[in-house]
């Protein structure tokens, strides 16, 4: 008989439901049992899965819950002739049915390897207790149905797999050919695909908010209007996972603190099983996506995640490619808006601005008391600004510092600047500027101090209007507001959203043209427009001025800019566009001008920039991860390359500024003895310490 039920299962089933239907027939007429239920052991979530009826769904319990736990951690056989005495016998179910449990034998299901199962075989015909005769017999079946059944689970995971991969397969598809100038259509593909490819009852698809720092998503209502919900960073089950970056495959969702179960409340739905995953483009989390409720009342498998992984590669490349035009046809507007303003034909621009409490932080920026020392040494050219580059405690002071060179051009009281506005327009911008090597808002700061010195010690102060002034410091602090530590040409290389602006905008200037972009935006809020004393006639000038000059800041157009200068040289200022021509020349100055600072500033901002060519984020102390020999080459060259032709012009279109061309010259003395080996650079223990000392027993280097 035994033989037979093995027979039976062994060549005709491949169907692991119907296999376990039959083996729970067959062992309950093998045992003369009244039922029998098959627990089948998932090894993976350490639990057991039994169906207490053909259609019914699986129900999963701890791995060790209960009769049917012990036997499955233990491999024991339990017999148990009056399961109301053993205390591992859970009587609710009794109460619940109605039904009257009195005996009980429990076996694993096992191969060699490990049990697959445990059979629980309950009231015996006749009222009597399982004996050994029936413990001997399930033992023989046992042995055939566990390699059946490991055999049948393994025949379903196999077909399971293959169609979930047909349906990632045929969704990818779907998804390749959505419209990727529409993100929404783009995000209700990704969804449908995702409930297919895993089937599931519900998904939900959070993209990440960067600027408001949360995650937002959006559903459709019973009416068909779009719902936006958000969800803090830190806050929920997709608030974890976006944080940490971690799958959560949750078997129990109101078990699981972080679900929210007031949606469920709210709505009348019963969440159960949820699979929550981060949707990446390349290493950087840009949404995640939420599937809740597997069909048919069974869990989230591991297969189910490694298939959703697969998936949501695809989906993040779709969203990335859909927000990358969104975000290409956005700032080509904005380029053709910057356009038209400089061609004086208005438009209007976002005056979206970062969310910044500027009541606390003009606070924390009037409790800085400047010394009678750093307000003087702002006002020289051999000031140390890497002295305010530790920490942005430190480089709080640059504010205050930039207030006083308005105040020393007498700019503040000229055009009745009210000092709230002007902190709250360098707070705004220093905001805006990133945390690169570089190009970061101790750069900006530099170069506008350099602006200041080429305007007091020299014709400068008396040659420009006192608004055009104002302009040229306004263009300082803004000349690389929010810049990503890469170049216009790694820009269109890499494809990147701004790098597409040229399309939109027929320039190639993606960077500067965003700088412009960022610095119109601030100074059109109420907030922070310190050009509002200028009139309005005056400012679409000052705009139009402004926009000229960061976009000469371009090196890819310095060829072109200083040759327009020496072709038009001497320059007649009565002239505006001879004018233009000189603050577009003081402005490219002052953006390289940090070759021309004594050598300890100097040679420093050469390791910077350095740093952000390389890509460092976290520089090491004593720049050990700068080869200095390399540092001295490329400063050589730079200063060959660009340098010396643009401050030999700076100093024919200014006279004056001839100094600022001697320490070029300098500089570029002391990197060429250090690269024969005659002079060698050091580092001090402060960041801001850097020089050079003479070996001993080497010939006089000669000057440039």
């Known amino acids: 008989m035994v033989l037979q039920m093995a027979k039976d299962l062994t060549h005709s089933i491949v169907d692991a439901d119907e296999l376990v239907h039959r083996i729970i027939e067959n062992a309950t007429g093998l045992t003369q049992a009244d039922k029998c239920s098959l ?3 998932d090894h993976a979530k350490q639990q057991l899965v039994v169906r207490f009826g053909k259609n019914e769904p699986e129900v999963r319990l701890p791995l060790s819950a209960g009769i049917a736990g012990h036997v499955a951690t233990t491999g024991e056989t339990l017999n148990i002739p009056d399961a109301y005495s053993d205390a591992r016998f859970n009587r609710a179910v009794d109460k619940k049915t109605g039904y009257r449990t009195h005996s009980i034998l429990c076996m694993p299901v096992k191969t060699q390897e490990h049990n697959v199962a445990v059979a629980q075989l309950i009231n015996k015909e006749g009222n009597i207790p399982f004996n050994q005769e029936d413990e001997e017999l399930f033992d023989m079946f046992a042995a055939f149905a566990g390699v059946c059944l490991q055999n049948a689970m393994m025949h379903k995971e196999r077909v399971e797999t293959m169609k979930q991969i047909e349906m990632l397969y045929e969704t990818i598809n779907v998804l390749k050919d959505a419209d990727m100038r529409d993100s929404d259509e783009v995000i209700e593909k990704i969804i449908t695909g995702a409930k297919k490819v895993v089937h599931c009852d519900r998904c939900s698809f959070f993209v990440v908010d960067k600027e408001a720092n949360d995650l937002c998503a959006k559903f459709k209502t019973p009416d068909g209007k779009i719902q936006q919900v958000r969800v803090q960073m830190d806050q929920g089950v997709v608030g974890y996972v976006a944080t940490s970056g971690t799958t959560l495959n949750i078997t129990d969702a109101y078990s699981d603190p972080r679900f929210n179960k007031a949606v469920d409340k709210k709505t009348g739905y019963r969440t159960t099983t949820i699979l929550c995953m981060p949707v990446k483009y390349k290493d950087t989390i840009v949404a995640v996506t939420q599937l809740v409720n597997k069909l048919e009342g069974l869990q989230f498998t591991e297969n189910d995640e490694q298939i959703l992984s697969a998936y949501c590669n695809f989906a993040g490349i779709s969203l990335w490619n859909a927000n990358l035009y969104k975000f290409a046809l956005k700032a080509g507007n904005a380029a053709v808006e910057l356009s038209n303003k400089a061609a004086g034909k208005g438009g209007t621009l976002s005056t979206s601005l970062l969310t910044i409490d ?13 010394t009678p020392e750093e307000k003087a040494s702002v006002l020289r050219f051999d ?3 890497h002295k305010y580059a530790e920490n942005n405690v430190t480089m709080d002071y640059l504010i205050p510092l930039a207030v006083e060179m308005f105040s020393a051009l007498n700019l503040i009281e000229t055009f009745n600047i009210p000092l709230e506005t002007l902190y709250k327009f360098i707070i705004t911008v220093k905001n805006k500027y990133r945390d690169v090597a570089y190009h970061n808002f101790v750069h900006a700061f530099d170069v506008t101090q350099t602006l200041f010195i080429f305007i007091t010690t020299s014709d400068v102060r008396n040659t420009l209007t006192d608004w055009e002034l104002l302009v040229l410091l306004v263009c300082g602090l803004c000349h690389d507001i929010d810049h990503m530590g890469v170049n216009n040409s790694m820009m269109y290389t890499a494809d990147t959203p701004l790098g597409l602006l040229s399309a939109a905008a027929g320039t190639q200037s993606a960077l500067e043209v965003h700088h412009c972009n960022l610095a119109i935006d601030i100074l059109s809020s109420v907030d922070t427009n310190v050009l509002s004393g200028l009139g309005v006639d005056r400012t679409k000038t000052a705009w139009r001025l402004l926009i000229d000059a960061i976009l000469a800041t371009d090196m ?5 800019i200083t040759a327009e200068v020496n072709n038009t040289l001497p320059l007649d200022y009565v002239k505006v566009d001879h004018r233009d021509l000189l603050i577009k020349t003081l402005l490219k100055a002052a953006d390289i001008s940090n070759i021309t600072k004594p050598f300890a500033v100097s040679c420093l901002w050469g390791v910077k920039i350095t740093r952000e060519f390389m890509g460092v984020t976290e520089a090491p102390p ?5 080869k200095k020999a390399d540092l001295a080459k490329n400063q050589i060259a730079f200063i060959k390359g660009a340098g010396i032709g643009m401050f030999e012009q700076l100093k024919n279109v200014v006279p004056t500024l001839d100094f600022v061309y001697e320490g070029l010259k300098a500089n570029l003395s002391i990197w060429e ?6 002079k060698e650079l050091y580092f001090g223990d402060n960041s801001w310490e850097a020089g050079y000392v003479t070996r001993q027993n080497t010939p006089t280097s000669s000057g440039a």
């Open 39 to 41: 627990f089948l052991i």
């Open 358 to 370: 500027f009541e606390q932080r003009l606070k924390d920026i009037q409790k800085i008391t400047l």
């Open 383 to 385: 000031f140390n600004v």
């Open 556 to 560: 890819a157009k310095h060829s072109e």
């Open 622 to 626: 004593g720049a050990t991860d700068i």
């Open 673 to 678: 003895d250090i690269t024969a080996g005659n």
